[in-house]
């Protein structure tokens, strides 16, 4: 059981905006910058956010992150079919020294 | 810009061990700080153990202590994470990923080995 906790599937229409979120607590969350990885069907995962709502170069700015207390949102907005993936959210959790992944959230863009 | 290349697929016996390669390009291995994921078929990231250059020192997640040990050479610039004892469950695909700053994101990954443990 993962400590950070997402929903294991969201969906949307092409053009929508969605969002997923990423529930944690005081030692991970709560203390911590949130970052965000998108894996596409067969591929390694690949950065899409880091430090709450940084987004690295060639990342369009569809995608957003927030933080807040103990919990943190990917948004995507003008959903496309090439969203279609699982999204990860992460952190650091102090207590175990170690970087902790959500369970995972598998995007269908219907 | 960093590059990390894995080594191929790999099928071994339970109770074998496997050892898992990633070259680095674009860089010099000591400048990173090498980690390692792996995932389960149709399941999550699980982070397996890295480098901590707060300590300077090799950390492994306690699942997997006193069976993972992580090495690099620098002579080639190629990090190494060997996995004992394996057992079914320990099928799946295994990434390389370089940790930025302290505490910090995962980026890049590598493009993963999947080990498939089975008699």
């Known amino acids: 059981q993962s400590v950070l906790t997402q929903p294991p599937s969201a969906s949307g229409t092409p053009g929508q905006r969605v969002t997923i979120s990423c529930s944690g607590s005081?030692?991970?969350?709560?203390?911590?910058?949130v970052n965000w990885y998108q894996q596409l069907p067969g591929t390694a995962p690949k950065l899409l956010i880091y430090s709450n709502n940084q987004r690295p170069s060639g990342v369009p700015d569809r995608f957003s992150g927030s933080k807040s207390g103990t919990s943190a949102s990917l948004a995507i907005s003008g959903l496309q079919s090439e969203d279609e993936a699982d999204y990860y959210c992460a952190a650091w959790d102090d207590s175990l020294n170690a970087p902790e992944f959500g369970g995972g959230t598998k995007l269908t863009v219907l | 810009q960093v590059q990390l290349v894995q080594s191929g697929a790999e099928v071994k016996k339970p109770g074998a061990s496997v050892k898992v390669s990633c070259k680095v390009s674009g860089y010099t291995l000591t400048e990173l700080s090498m980690h390692w994921v792996r995932q389960a078929p149709g399941k999550g990231l699980e982070w397996m153990g890295g480098?901590?250059?707060?300590?300077?020192?090799?950390i492994y997640a306690q699942k997997f202590q006193g069976r993972v040990t992580m090495t690099e050479d620098t002579s080639t610039d190629t990090a190494y994470m060997e996995l004992s004892s394996l057992r079914s469950e320990d099928t799946a695909v295994y990434y390389c990923a370089t940790l930025q700053l302290v505490r910090g994101w995962f980026d890049p990954w590598g493009q993963g080995t999947l080990v498939t443990v089975s008699s």
């Open positions: 480098f901590d250059p707060e300590d300077g020192e090799t």
């Open positions: 005081s030692s991970n969350i709560g203390s911590n910058t």
